[in-house]
């Protein structure tokens, strides 16, 4: 097996849960044609980048992105590969409204508006704005990453009067509240970053979907276990590069086929490192071939 470091700049400067990134870094790993992914993302994944080469090299057990990257590789990829994806609405006012439109003119299925950096009112105004916007027919998703505390979550859910949210993911700083939150707004929430640090979502009997970001989670044996909770499983990237996104897509179009996924993070990198890019028409988002990448433009790992 080969293994190759890469690092791709984000079109402009990223800000996530207060960190701020301007390259996208990872490891790409290739062994009979097959391709796969090792990335991962720092704030959000418990290892590092280190972490996974030492890994590759057999001096600890294998992290969280290696084994989504080991598991992709075993499962040979056949393309075409196709499932409906969501836009992502992320940045300024201005960034997010003209993303509405591009959402309109692509034919998604559904939109995600990132709200849990903005100011409470802000991002209450923001919501309805977009809300208007969209045709009813587009799903809209919102995900406030933890930001807020029992009380401000209340307010905002409350504040959004008549407006249909599919969910919201993951809006308090405390998910063992989760269930409260719900009994006191009705409005539906989702599971992302808190199926990172429990086995079980028994305490979260209302969850209206769960968040699989297998770079996070772990690659199949994760998504399977999420699949045998019988909750809807809606897949999303982690600002990976073509392979992994690939990869995602190929698990999507398995457990969730009609589930719209959160592939749109490829857009905000530079390059995606295929040598056949995505296709995304009619609110679908296609691999056409089979992910394949130039190995001679990656720095190669000594295993």
């Not at 890994?55 to 600890?60: D, I, K, V």
């Not at 809209?140 to 401000?152: K, V, Y």
């Not at 409005?187 to 028994?202: I, R």
């Amino acid at each position: 097996m080969n293994a190759y470091r890469f690092r791709i700049p984000f079109v402009s400067p990223l800000t996530l849960k207060g960190q701020t990134y301007s390259e996208r870094e990872g490891v790409l790993l290739e062994r009979d044609g097959q391709w796969a992914e090792a990335s991962p993302l720092p704030g959000f994944s418990i290892e590092s980048i280190d972490d996974v080469i030492a890994a590759l090299r057999g001096e600890q057990e294998a992290p969280a992105s290696l084994k989504f990257a080991l598991s992709s590789i075993e499962d040979s990829f056949s393309a075409p590969a196709s499932v409906p994806w969501n836009y992502l609405l992320l940045g300024n006012r201005d960034r997010v409204l003209s993303g509405v439109e591009k959402c309109i003119e692509d034919n998604c299925r559904a939109a995600k508006l990132k709200v849990g950096s903005r100011e409470l009112h802000s991002a209450i105004s923001l919501v309805k704005e977009v809300r208007e916007l969209l045709p009813d027919s587009v799903q809209m998703r919102l995900d406030a990453n933890q930001a807020w505390t029992l009380q401000d979550a209340t307010r905002f859910c409350n504040s959004l009067g008549e407006i249909e949210l599919e969910y919201i993911e993951e809006p308090l700083q405390d998910a063992s509240r989760l269930e409260e939150l719900y009994s006191r707004t009705g409005v539906n929430y989702a599971l992302d970053e808190t199926l990172l640090h429990h086995d079980s979502v028994d305490p979260w009997p209302n969850a209206a979907a769960l968040i699989c970001k297998p770079t996070i989670l772990g690659g199949r044996p994760a998504v399977e276990r999420l699949a045998a909770t019988g909750k809807p499983i809606v897949f999303s990237a982690a600002f990976e590069s073509g392979v992994g996104i690939a990869r995602i897509v190929q698990l999507a179009a398995e457990f969730s086929p009609q589930v719209p996924a959160g592939l749109d993070t490829l857009d905000w990198l530079k390059d995606n490192l295929l040598l056949s890019s995505p296709v995304k028409r009619n609110g679908m988002f296609e691999i056409m071939e089979d992910p394949r990448v130039d190995a001679t433009l990656l720095e190669r790992i000594e295993l």
